[in-house]
């Protein structure tokens, strides 16, 4: 049987070359007091592909990096 949840809240820890992914959820959304915590270790890229996978299933797009100001291209 699989097991079914409420996501809760996710952090991340770097290890150097691996990450580890810490996933909250609860049973009911209403039982937030006593979540269960998964900790997945993960290559980096592993992490880069999973993060590039809900990007594509929610339809969005991945932040991009801001374009330099005028005078910081400019003055280099």
């Known amino acids: 049987m699989k097991d079914v949840g409420v996501l809760v809240?996710?952090?991340a820890q770097d290890w150097?070359?691996?990450?580890?992914l810490d996933i909250e959820t609860?049973?009911?959304?209403?039982?937030?007091?006593?979540?269960?915590?998964y900790h997945l270790f993960m290559t980096k890229n592993q992490a880069a592909v999973l993060?590039?996978?809900?990007?594509?299933a929610s339809g969005r797009l991945p932040p991009t990096g801001r374009r330099p100001g005028l005078?910081?291209?400019?003055?280099?």
């Open 9 to 11: 809240g996710w952090g």
């Open 16 to 20: 150097g070359s691996r990450l580890v």
């Open 26 to 37: 609860v049973a009911d959304a209403k039982d937030k007091a006593s979540p269960t915590v």
């Open 51 to 56: 993060a590039n996978y809900l990007f594509e």
């Open 71 to 76: 005078i910081r291209r400019l003055l280099g």
